[in-house]
């Protein structure tokens, strides 16, 4: 390591030790602070990206951090700086091997809810139709703040020399505010307007912000409650009834996908450097899961839901219905694959019934027919 | 005419349209994926490898089935099948419907998205609208031939 303080720099000894009005003035930074000069990080094609300066030391996430301050890793330190009180001090708390990936991913994939989606393209809809898009809107308005809520709680409470995964919550937390914004904005900008908020979603809510550890809470945010708003994402296109919710789908799909593609990422980092926290995940997963096929299941949101994939009232039995359960299907044969990524399988533990739903955990175990598709 | 869509230069034409637009894939973002489009016909399938890089298609290769396995996820259908999504994309200048790659690839009956890791099968999700952008070239390169 090259370290400022090299001998055969200037001493700058002339420079004054006071300031014109008589304070004291401190060259220590000029004169050699014990850190690591001259590493010249090259731009990759793009620009200079986190990974591009994540090199020397400046690269390394240490395991325990010694401190406790906002001091930027890698800055020669103070002895006295001052403990600000963080509780996730060990880098299997909080770290995925992709975070610095994915945050610079969420900063170049940024859109507007103001100016991406063609809000004058919105045609007038049959009234049935309105009122199903109004209520998934509602639905959504309100449980997608949870997913920038959560992190709020937690980050202030994250060592700061975790601050990749720091900056990456913080564009979670700005891609949730831009979900909540396009979908109020949808569900105002066609004529209709907020409709029903019952006690079903707050629940899940509730158990997602009230969990006892970061761990669990990204596991009850990420991979199960993004996981399955992710789906319903995808399914947007079928659901959506013009080409101006579609693309709002589409947006908000890829900005979800990237939560829970950290969330899987750090649950794994988790499981393989600290296996006494697969228990704690699985309780957390136990109860969420049942809170979760509680909310699925809600009158308002399977009813909104399988209204749009019929297309309207009048199909909403023999198309709307069946379509909703294979959605149920996907999202939690989707789910229970990334468990097994994870590396948290919970095929033999989970109590969804997989019979019912027609999931083969096979399929989901092996994953493997996907690539032999490719190659067939 | 453009070339028949069974064919490496079909892909190579659709990234250089879409490498030649970059100021029209800046407002979708950097993307960073490896996607590989199979396509069944008599004969022999077709797998072209595409891989994403920033805001450029950096790579058009078609591959054997072992390599085709590296990718983080592939589109598999039928020759018919691809045909009907760029007739789509050709028709109306871009996809409409359920002729969206994302469609397709949810209901999964003409063309699926198959992959054995759950991370690569995520990147079809978090890279979707620079996919359709890419797919949707087919209706540029068509006017331009």
């Keep these: ?376 | 005419m453009s070339p028949a869509i069974d064919t490496v230069a079909f892909f190579d034409a659709l990234s250089d349209e879409m490498n030649a637009s970059t100021e029209r894939l800046r407002i979708v973002g950097d993307a960073d994926m490896t996607a590989v489009v199979v396509m069944h016909r008599p004969g022999g399938d077709l797998r072209v490898r595409l891989v994403f890089e920033g805001l450029i298609c950096a790579g058009v290769a078609e591959v054997g089935a072992e390599e085709a396995g590296h990718a983080d996820f592939a589109l598999v259908g039928d020759l018919a099948d691809w045909q009907g999504m760029f007739d789509d994309i050709v028709a109306n200048g871009r996809a409409t419907g359920l002729w969206t790659i994302n469609s397709l690839a949810l209901l999964g009956d003409r063309i699926s998205c198959q992959g054995d890791d759950p991370m690569g099968l995520d990147k079809f999700s978090r890279f979707n609208q620079t996919l359709q952008e890419f797919f949707d070239g087919a209706a540029r390169i068509a006017v331009a031939a």
């Excluded at chain 1, 997913?147 to 720091?166: C, G, Q, S, T, V």
């Excluded at chain 1, 912000?209 to 990204?218: C, F, G, P, V």
């Excluded at chain 1, 097994?340 to 955990?361: C, F, H, N």
Aim: aromatic share 6%.
């Design chain 1, 1 to 376: 390591m090259t370290v400022t303080d090299d001998a055969d720099r200037p001493a700058y000894d002339e420079l004054p030790s006071e300031s014109p009005l008589g304070a004291p003035l401190d060259w220590a930074w000029l004169r050699g602070a014990k850190s690591e000069w001259g590493i010249h990080p090259k731009p990759s094609p793009r620009g200079l990206t986190m990974l591009d300066i994540a090199v020397g030391t400046y690269g390394d996430i240490p395991e325990h951090p010694p401190r406790r301050s906002m001091a930027p890793r890698g800055a020669d330190v103070d002895d006295d700086v001052v403990d600000m009180g963080y509780i996730l001090n060990s880098k299997t708390d909080v770290w995925a091997e992709n975070t610095r990936e994915l945050y610079e991913e969420a900063v170049a994939r940024q859109w507007s809810a103001t100016r991406d989606i063609p809000w004058g393209e919105l045609q007038e809809l049959p009234d049935d139709v309105e009122h199903a898009v109004c209520q998934l809107c509602t639905l959504l308005t309100e449980v997608e703040m949870i997913a920038a809520d959560l992190p709020a709680k937690w980050m202030w409470r994250m060592n700061h020399d975790f601050i990749e995964a720091k900056m990456f919550l913080c564009t979670q937390i700005m891609d949730e505010a831009r979900h909540a914004e396009v979908f109020r904005k949808r569900a105002l900008a066609n004529g209709g307007g907020l409709l029903l908020s019952r006690g079903g979603p707050t629940s899940l809510l509730r158990t997602i912000i009230e969990a006892k550890t970061y761990t669990q809470a990204s596991a009850l945010l990420h991979l199960l409650g993004e996981g399955f708003v992710l789906d319903i994402f995808r399914m947007g296109e079928l659901i959506a009834p013009t080409d101006v919710e579609k693309r709002i789908f589409r947006m908000c799909m890829q900005d979800e996908a990237r939560h829970v593609a950290y969330g899987t990422m750090h649950l794994r980092y988790a499981v393989e450097n600290d296996p006494d926290v697969a228990e704690e995940i699985h309780a957390a997963l136990d109860h969420g899961e049942q809170v979760l096929i509680d909310f699925g299941t809600a009158p308002d949101v399977s009813t909104a839901l399988a209204l749009l994939l019929a297309g309207g009232a009048e199909h909403v039995e023999d198309k709307g219905f069946p379509l909703a359960l294979e959605l149920t299907k996907k999202q939690f044969t989707s789910y229970l694959a990334r468990c097994e990524r994870a590396g948290i399988s919970r095929l033999e533990r989970t109590t969804v019934p997989l019979d019912l739903l027609g999931i083969d955990p096979e399929q989901v175990r092996g994953a493997a027919p996907a690539a032999q598709g490719a190659q067939s």
